[in-house]
Every structure is written in structure tokens, then in C-alpha cells.
């Protein structure tokens, strides 16, 4: 028999707010335990939760980003359950009427080629939880309560999904939209993009959906590739031998790469939604939703697009540039300075990804000046400094962030490009190489190249090979 996937994600992102959704402590990741909290975040009776508008503002963003209808009218609701991370025991989300609704997001179809739409049936508000820490102690659990009332945007998919591939480009080119515009910094590594990932399977041409089961809060791409392919393989293998797939959350491990069954799945009014009281409903205005799409900067597959067109880079180069908004930033920034696309390009590609790996760094950690890439550049390609020193100067741009031209100056490395000042140091090296000289006068083309390396040596590389080459031909006329 054969099998098709079906894949929905639901992925939550942190917003890049400075202060939590209901009160003003700080969003900063980590900190002292229990340091960013308030009387609002921990649920102290008496208080009341107030909407940072900023919140509103990128999720509006977020939505028109991703081709949906923003709901003028919406409203937040409590979804009630007992938890130790939550400790108000409900959590303010918004489920009869969310902020963004029916966009989609363009991927390659894995299945058919060419492109398909994944459908987004809606964004919501909502308030992140406490962090549970259960490893360290054998006897007791800890809670830290700074992660309570960070804004999160949950983004549900359609069904739409119908491979590993097709999930993992789903959410990096969710990561992309949301970086791009600025709304959150996606770093998954600190949770602040994770997906719950939902899949079941289905013969092949089937009117309907096979059952589902849900995987929650995967946080790098590779767990997510893994997760939906070893969950359509388990399923396969259940009704291949002729039993049923249960409805359920279940955990990933990814370490193992097994799943395993956590919990029969929970239904909407398992939680006793309800509107909270606490807030008012939200309204929007045309006049600031249109402001907002105004504002939206340009998404990364019109971008990509325009480095083709505009600046003749290749397919690759441009999906990897535009696979982070550091690159993307610091790309434009260097085509700025150096009016060289390409060669912005290959350097990013090049000596900086190579960087990057070497250190295990991400692009969004990079912190060195943004101009020092493009004055590197100019440079090299104004033959002050060679392209050894190039790289040597861009090493210590990127570990120490120095300014290139005050270290090229003090490590002696510009080049002596004026032939005043070769010319003498190379008739000094004819002088001493009087052997090579006549077997080069005597028709042996190998002794050219020898004195250029003798020269240069002599240089020690301080002179474009070219300026060399053309004294020497000169000097042995
Ligand atoms: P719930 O409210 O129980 O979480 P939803 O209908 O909101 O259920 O769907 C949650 C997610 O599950 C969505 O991303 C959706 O695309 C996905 N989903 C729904 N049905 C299926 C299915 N049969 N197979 C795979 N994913 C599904
Ligand atoms: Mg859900
Ligand atoms: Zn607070």
C-alpha cells in the first residue's frame, strides 16, 4: 500500500517586545531565576493584566506578512488548566477570535514540483508559561517564574504539509518572515521559535484524513525533519499490521529519535474557554492596519528575486544570504560600502560562513562592526592590501571587532604599490640572482617565475603580483 503524509504546525514565537504582554517586566532571555516577575506575571490576586501594544502591533505585522485577514474585532479568552509554570492557572490566549486569519505562506511542493500555498487558518495572542527544572534534583522540581507573560504569537497551519522537507522549508521560511520583520529574534536554540508538530497518514488518494498525533515544542529544524518522519513511519507500520493510530500528544525524542505516548489528546473545552473579563476587546482601525502594512519591510522572497535580477548572484548565493537577516543586513550594508555585490557575496559565503562554523556561531551572534566588511573589501580590490592579509584582517574583525584600517596600519600590512618604491628592492634581488638573470636572458621562462618569487619574498607579499611582474619584465629588457 502506498502512503501519503499530512503534517499541520503549530508554531509559537516569542516577540521581541522589551516587556512582557500584561505587565512591564523584562522579556530578557535567562537572567536570575524569578528576577523578571511582578505581581501581574505571578497572579497575585488583585491584579490586572494591561495589553503592551507592541504585542498588537507585530502581530498585526506578522499577519499581513503572511497574507492573512487581520480581525479588526478580537478578543482575548482564559484557557483554564492547573499547571505549576502558570501560576495564575489559566492562560490568557485568544481562541473564538483571533488577531490574523486565513493567510498562507508559499513553499516548493515536494510531492508535484513547482510551488504550493500553505494555508494559515490563524494567528493568535497568548502569554508563554514558567520554565519547570526537573533534571538536576532526583527529589524536588524547581520553577522559574521569568518566562511567565513573554508574548507569544502561536501561527497554526492548515494540513497542507505532506513531507519532512516540505515542514522544515515551511518553518524556515517562518523564521525568515518573522525575523525580517523585525517581530522576533527566532533563536531556537533558546526556544523562542518551536513547533508542535502534528501528523498522520492516509492512503494514497484518500478523500480523508487518517488520525492524528500531536509533537510538542520542537526546537531545531533537524527535530522537526526527524520527528515527522519516523511519526509517518510508526503510523504506517500500525496499519500496515492492521491496527489503529490513537489520537494523541505524544514526546519526541530526538536525541533517541523515538516518540512516545504522553497523553491522550486534550479537546477545546477540556480548557473551559472563556472571554477574560480582565481585558477589553480589542479594535482596530483601517487607518492603523494600513499604517502598519505600510511599514512592513521587504520579505525574503521578494528580496531573493531582487539579488537576481538586480545584482546577478545565483539562486544558491541568495537563499543562503537570505536565510538570516544578519546576513541580509550585513550583505546590504557591504554592498553599500563596496558597490560590489559579488564580491560581498563570495566573502559572506565564504571566509565569513567558514568563521561562523569554525567557532559553533550562529549568524545572529555575529559582533563586529557592520562597515568592517566592506572596507576590507575595498581594500583588497584597491590593491592596498593583499588578499592574504584580507583574511587576516577579517579574522581579527570577527574575533576582536578591531577597525581594518587602524590594523593594518599597526601590523604593517599595506601594500607598496607605488613602483618607486619596488623598484629598488627588486634590483636588489636581480643583483643577487645573477644566475637567474642569464638563464632567464638565455631563454629559460621557468627563472621569471623564480625571481618573482624571490621578489616577492623579498616584499615579503607586500606588492600585487602584478605590479612585480611588470617591473621585473621592465628591469630585464
Ligand atoms: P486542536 O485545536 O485540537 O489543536 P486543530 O484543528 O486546531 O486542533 O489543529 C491543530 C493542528 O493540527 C493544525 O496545525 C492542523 O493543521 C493540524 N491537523 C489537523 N488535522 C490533521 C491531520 N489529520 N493530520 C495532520 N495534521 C492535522
Ligand atoms: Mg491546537
Ligand atoms: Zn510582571
Known sequence: MEYSTVCGLEVHTELA?????????????????????????????????????????????????????????????????????????????????????????????????????????????????????????????????????????????????????????????????????????CKMQEGSLRADVNVSVMEKGAKEFGTRTEMKNINSFKAIHNAVESEARRQIELLEDGERVVQETRRWDDSKGVSYAMRSKEDAQDYKYFPDPDLPPVRLTDEYVENIRLSLPELPDAKKKRYMTDFGLSEYDTSMICSSVAYVRLFERTVEITNNPKDS???????????????????????????????????????????????????????????????????????????????PIIEEVLASNQKAVDEYKGGKEASFNYLIGQSMRALRGKAPASEVTKILKELLR
Open 17 to 185: 517586545t522589551k516587556t512582557k504582554i500584561f505587565c512591564s517586566c523584562s522579556t530578557e532571555f535567562g537572567g536570575e531565576p524569578n528576577t523578571h516577575v511582578c505581581e501581574i506575571c505571578s497572579g497575585m490576586p488583585g491584579t490586572l493584566p494591561v495589553l503592551n501594544e507592541r504585542v498588537l502591533e507585530f502581530a498585526v505585522r506578522t499577519g499581513l506578512a503572511t497574507n492573512c485577514e487581520i480581525t479588526m474585532y478580537n478578543k482575548f479568552d482564559r484557557k483554564n488548566y492547573f499547571y505549576p509554570d502558570l501560576p495564575k492557572a489559566y492562560q490568557i490566549s485568544q481562541l473564538y477570535l483571533p488577531i490574523c486569519r486565513n493567510g498562507y505562506i508559499e513553499i516548493n511542493d515536494s510531492v508535484n514540483g513547482g510551488t504550493k500555498k500553505v494555508r494559515i487558518h490563524e494567528i493568535h495572542m497568548e502569554e508563554d508559561a514558567g520554565k519547570l527544572i526537573h533534571d538536576e534534583w532526583s527529589d524536588c522540581t524547581l520553577v522559574n517564574y521569568n518566562r511567565c507573560g513573554v508574548p507569544l504569537l502561536e501561527i497554526v497551519s492548515e494540513p497542507d504539509i505532506s513531507s519532512a522537507d516540505e515542514a522544515v522549508e515551511y518553518v524556515e521560511k517562518l523564521r525568515q518572515i518573522l525575523q525580517f520583520c523585525g517581530v522576533s529574534d
Open 345 to 423: 557575496a563570495n566573502w559572506i559565503m565564504g571566509e565569513l560562513m567558514k568563521m561562523l562554523n569554525d567557532n559553533h556561531m550562529l549568524p545572529e551572534n555575529m559582533a563586529f562592526r557592520e562597515d568592517s566588511l566592506g572596507e576590507i573589501i575595498n581594500l583588497l580590490n584597491s590593491n592596498k592590501i593583499s588578499r592574504d592579509s584580507a583574511k587576516k584582517v577579517f579574522k581579527a574583525v570577527f574575533e576582536e571587532n578591531v577597525i581594518p584600517a587602524d590594523y593594518v596600519k599597526a601590523n604593517n600590512m599595506e601594500m607598496l604599490s607605488d613602483s618607486g618604491a619596488l623598484k
